[in-house]
């Protein structure tokens, strides 16, 4: 397992995007993500550990309803994980509070999955599982 990225909610990925710009960092890929009602911009940093900019494609989107309550700002990190429904039986069984079940699709093709931060120290975790070479992306 390892850290792969931090979402970081932003009105606009144009206006998020400035501030890292000034940092000398990148865009490097945008794309939305429809099930999660998002775009994302991703920026790549040299540590591997990648920035995530969160923009909502709906007022009722996840992250429209953060900013709504929390403000802009960091709103997960992620773990990219070998086998995600492994890991999901395997925090379920130990009584973590997840969010989904079952995996979804997300960014790059990758599954993904929510812990509630209840279940995480007060943290929203992203679990994510890259597409296997020669698999369907979803």
């Known amino acids: 397992m390892k850290l792969n990225h931090i979402g ?13 710009s000034a940092l000398g960092l990148e ?11 998002v775009r994302v911009g991703f920026l790549k940093t040299e540590s591997g550990v990648n920035l995530e900019l969160l923009e909502a494609t709906s007022p009722t ?14 709103h997960h990190i ?20 997840l969010i989904n079940d079952e995996p979804r699709p997300g960014a790059h093709g990758c599954k993904v999955a929510f812990v ?3 279940g995480a120290g007060g943290v929203l975790v992203e679990l994510s599982e890259s597409p296997k070479s020669g698999e369907i992306k979803e």
């Open 8 to 20: 970081i909610a932003v009105n606009s990925l144009k206006e998020g995007g400035e501030f890292y």
């Open 27 to 37: 865009m490097d890929h945008v794309e939305e993500v429809p099930t999660e009602q």
């Open 61 to 74: 989107s996840p992250i429209a309803k953060f900013i709504e309550k929390r403000g802009l700002g960091i």
């Open 78 to 97: 992620c773990f990219e994980v070998k086998d995600l429904r492994k890991t999901l039986a395997a925090l379920k069984s130990k009584g973590v509070r």
């Open 116 to 118: 509630h931060p209840s």
